[in-house]
């Protein structure tokens, strides 16, 4: 069992920056592939990005690809993601998620989600 707690999200000018942090608590964070997703209001939810276990290996979703860095400390249990050069269209509610076993997209497969945070970004 992995809990999962975001924090991090707020208001943010476009253009801006944020950082969001995942603290996770349980067994064997380590072991788990995790990643960042996000859910705007009347959408679907999406990956925004991912990162294996050992931390050698991140994917990103194209829209982010540049602008957002997706980290993670094993030993401080926690997931981070930079984002630079915010989009208003980025405005949501941003979640992390774990899931043992390698990198996937689809938000299905992940097995432990945090309650996830707001990031509004103003034009």
């Known amino acids: 069992q992995v809990q999962l707690v975001e924090s991090g999200g707020g208001l943010v000018q476009t253009g801006g920056s944020l950082s969001l942090s995942c603290a996770a608590s349980g067994r064997a964070f380590s072991g788990y592939v995790m990643g960042w997703f996000r859910q705007a209001p009347g959408k679907e939810r999406e990956v925004v990005a991912a990162i294996t276990w050992n931390g050698i290996s991140t994917r990103y979703a194209d829209s982010v690809k540049g602008r957002f860095t997706i980290s993670r400390d094993n030993a401080k249990n926690t997931l981070y993601l930079q984002m630079n050069s915010l989009k208003p269209e980025e405005t949501a509610v941003y979640y992390c998620?774990?899931?043992?076993?390698?990198?996937?997209?689809?938000?299905?497969?992940?097995?432990?989600w945090g309650q996830g945070t707001q990031v509004t970004v103003s034009s």
């Open positions: 998620a774990a899931r043992p076993g390698d990198w996937n997209p689809s938000p299905g497969v992940y097995r432990y």
